[in-house]
């Protein structure tokens, strides 16, 4: 039974899916190994994190229900750093959102398939809404870190802007929001270099993600040649 179970989630995903969530998992390992062996708590974020992104990359809803734990973890793991930004980020509108994401996913799924959601096409005004939430939610965000003493206030403050609109547009099922992903692990790469300067244990976050930013790239191209294929089975 277990077997047969194993045999069907490697069925699942492609060869080189497979084959990229290996090599991701053991870069985080082996990161950790040089760089941290004591905090658990990241090893255990990270694994879920590069985990939950291989599952969004096929249109699963499964990814936002791991999207919801990492962002907890790694709210915590931020804290440890004063990056409050991160934390309030994660815990108080990645996690939420991930949520109204994993319904709405869940709702819209392709062609009856709940593995796998129907890519949506965002309008002008989704567009609209999101430029005007994210002005406002940056802008808010900016004082309330400020007024926090959040250390690198500005890499944390374009971290909360790449985070909202990617998950808006995780929200909206728009491929676009694994490049708004992909943004944002830039800016946190950069964010937990600057925190390994003071702790080397923290070179293993950046590490993560680096990681993350591969596999959000995958995430994109599969996604739109998830719309290609199903606009082309539509017509």
């Known amino acids: 039974?277990?077997?047969?179970?194993?045999?069907?989630?490697?069925?699942?995903?492609?060869?080189?899916?497979?084959?990229?969530?290996?090599?991701?998992?053991?870069?985080?390992?082996?990161?950790?190994?040089?760089?941290?062996?004591g905090s658990f708590l990241t090893l255990i974020a990270s694994l879920i994190g590069v985990t939950s992104?291989?599952?969004?990359?096929?249109?699963?809803?499964?990814?936002?229900?791991l999207i919801i734990i990492f962002s907890v973890f790694y709210g915590i793991i931020s804290y440890s750093f004063a990056y409050y930004g991160e934390m309030i980020t994660y815990l108080g509108?990645?996690?939420?959102?991930s949520v109204f994401s994993l319904i709405s996913w869940l709702k819209n799924p392709y062609n009856d398939n709940k593995s796998?959601?129907?890519?949506?096409?965002?309008?002008?005004?989704?567009?609209?809404?999101?430029?005007c939430l994210s002005?406002?939610?940056?802008?808010?965000?900016?004082?309330?870190?400020?007024v926090l003493n959040t250390a690198n206030l500005i890499p944390s403050t374009v971290s909360v802007l790449t985070s909202f609109i990617a998950v808006f547009l995780t929200f909206r099922r728009s491929p676009y929001?694994?490049?708004?992903?992909?943004?944002?692990?830039?800016?946190?790469?950069?964010?937990w270099i600057m925190a390994s300067l003071s702790d080397m244990s923290y070179i293993?976050?950046?590490v993560c993600f680096l990681i993350?930013?591969?596999?959000?790239?995958?995430g994109f191209i599969n996604w739109k040649k998830m719309q290609k294929r199903q606009n082309d089975l539509f017509f």
């Open 1 to 37: 039974m277990v077997k047969d179970r194993i045999k069907s989630v490697a069925g699942y995903f492609t060869k080189g899916e497979i084959l990229l969530w290996l090599v991701s998992v053991s870069t985080i390992v082996i990161s950790f190994l040089i760089f941290d062996r």
């Open 53 to 65: 992104l291989i599952f969004n990359a096929k249109g699963n809803p499964f990814g936002q229900v």
């Open 116 to 131: 796998e959601v129907k890519v949506n096409k965002i309008s002008l005004r989704d567009i609209v809404i999101m430029i």
């Open 135 to 146: 002005a406002i939610v940056t802008t808010a965000f900016y004082f309330i870190l400020n």
């Open 93 to 97: 509108m990645t996690a939420p959102m």
């Open 212 to 218: 993350f930013l591969v596999n959000d790239i995958y």
């Open 204 to 206: 293993s976050v950046a």
């Open 177 to 191: 929001f694994a490049i708004a992903y992909a943004l944002n692990d830039i800016v946190l790469v950069v964010m």
